[in-house]
């Protein structure tokens, strides 16, 4: 969140129009009925979030979900994680973008330190919770980065997922000239790691995914501005305020929390669901260029 935008005078939500848990489950449990199988809590920071683990431990219960992970920037994480683990959380992706302690602040933009994002993750790992690695990769920033990171997760049996600079939001300053393509990324790593493909593990699978010929792991590649891939979107997003996007690219959500707190009924709220995918026509990355859309920030749809 730029602090040059999110400064100390930002007015945040007040609490109130913010979805308590009892509300956020049972918007989980209703999607299950639409066919929705797997939960993600993201954010903004998920772990600035009081009480996190009796959510997770909520959610966790609920019929139908079959995958249940967390995406967080980790420098909660080492707080948290045994926490999460015996809620019921089932694996974390933390942003890691850099091991050089420069790098990694410039990236964040908030000067937060990488030894705290490590130590979480050694934790994640030490309490059972499955760990993957996202990192965005801009140019004339972290490229150097890049090897370092596979290394390390080599390592750790941590599979790295490299993310193309995204034009998210409004206020990260992207230009294409910023964006270093998967292909590009790919062919430094095979400079010291042959790579071999791997097949999708689900339908939908916005990674592409490569393994180590030796045998060392694997690595991914999310390459949305490059190789776009809304055809095969499954994804769809609530908010902290109750209001559904189904694209991370959206200008506008629709909002579900009235109808969860002025007593709408179960079925209401699934045909709701369901007419909302139905009818989605979004699909801002193979538009990128030709659209004029106001987009929401990351920070307030998380990934």
Known sequence: ????????????????????YEEIERFVRLSMEVGVRKVRLTGGEPLLRRGVEDLVGMLATVDGVEDFAMTTNGVLLAHHAEGLRLAGLNRV???????????????????????RVLAGIESALAFGLGVKI?????????????????????????PVRFIEFMDVGETNGWRMEHVVPSREIRNRIEEEFPLVDLVPTYAGEVARRYGFRDGGGEVGFISSVTEPFCGGCNRIRLSAEGKLFTCLFAEMGTDVRQLLREGGGDEKLCALLERLWGQRADRYSEERGHSTQHKVEMSYLGG
Do not use: H
């Not at 969140?1 to 308590?20: C, D, H, I, T, W």
């Not at 790098?103 to 990488?114: P, S």
């Not at 996202?134 to 390592?155: D, K, M, S, T, Y």
């Open 1 to 20: 969140m730029p602090a040059e935008v999110f400064g100390p005078n930002y007015k945040f939500l007040p609490r109130e129009q913010v979805l308590r």
């Open 93 to 115: 992706t933390v942003s890691l973008d850099a091991l050089d302690c420069e790098v990694f602040a410039r990236m964040n933009g908030v000067g937060a330190k990488v030894d």
């Open 134 to 158: 996202n990192a965005v990769v801009q140019r004339g920033v972290n490229e150097g980065e890049i090897l370092p990171l596979v290394r390390w997760g080599r390592e750790r049996a941590v």
